[in-house]
């Protein structure tokens, strides 16, 4: 039971090697979502810096997107400050798997909507062959690529959350065993 915490009727138990390894090398997190929120900051980046550089204001659709891609960016920067300084450990009492995996289910479908209406609206809004045509047509390329990365994320999150593919360290169950 050492290295357990109970928790909503739940105990949470850390594999007491993770925690000193993760101690000895802060730098490296054993969390291996972590690369894939790096994957989506970056894209995420690129949906909102593309379409801020055009003329968005005049169009209420871009105003959407730029909505989505700006707050679900912050979101995922705190998620990853949150995972990189292993704060997730010290709030023991928040279910993080099912916060996560609610986070990127709804991440995912407001990346839809925001990309289909981007991309939708890229014909109405530019004419062909133009620098914002190609910009936000790229907005769109990206959107879509970082609503396919929140949805691997929530497949993953669904998975952590379910238990799937846990090894013996994390998925141990106290059940008034010591």
């Known amino acids: ?6 928790g909503l009727g739940r105990a949470f138990c850390h594999s007491t090697a993770v925690i000193e390894e993760a101690e000895e090398q802060p730098d490296k997190i054993p969390s291996t979502e972590v690369y894939s929120r790096r ?18 204001h ?11 891609a700006v707050f679900l960016w ?3 920067i705190v998620f990853f400050i949150i995972y990189l300084f292993q704060l997730h450990m010290k709030l ?3 279910p993080w798997p099912l ?9 995912t479908v407001l990346y839809i909507t925001a990309f289909i209406t981007c991309a939708s609206a890229v014909d109405l809004t530019s004419l062909k062959g133009s620098r914002p045509y190609n910009q936000r047509s790229a907005a769109s390329f990206f959107a879509c690529l970082v609503m396919i990365a929140y949805g691997v994320s929530a ?4 998975q952590a959350w379910r238990g799937v593919g846990s090894n013996a360290a994390t998925s141990q169950m106290a059940g008034g065993y010591s």
Not at 39 to 56: F, R
Not at 155 to 158: A, M, Q, W
């Open 74 to 76: 912050l979101l995922t």
């Open 39 to 56: 994957q989506v900051k970056v894209l995420g980046l690129l949906v909102w810096a593309l379409i801020a550089d055009t003329p968005y």
């Open 99 to 107: 916060v996560l995996m609610v986070f990127f289910v709804a991440a």
């Open 58 to 68: 005049l169009y209420p659709a871009y105003g959407w997107v730029m909505f989505v």
């Open 92 to 94: 023991y009492m928040v």
């Open 1 to 6: 039971m050492d290295g357990c915490v109970w």
């Open 155 to 158: 497949f993953f999150s669904f």
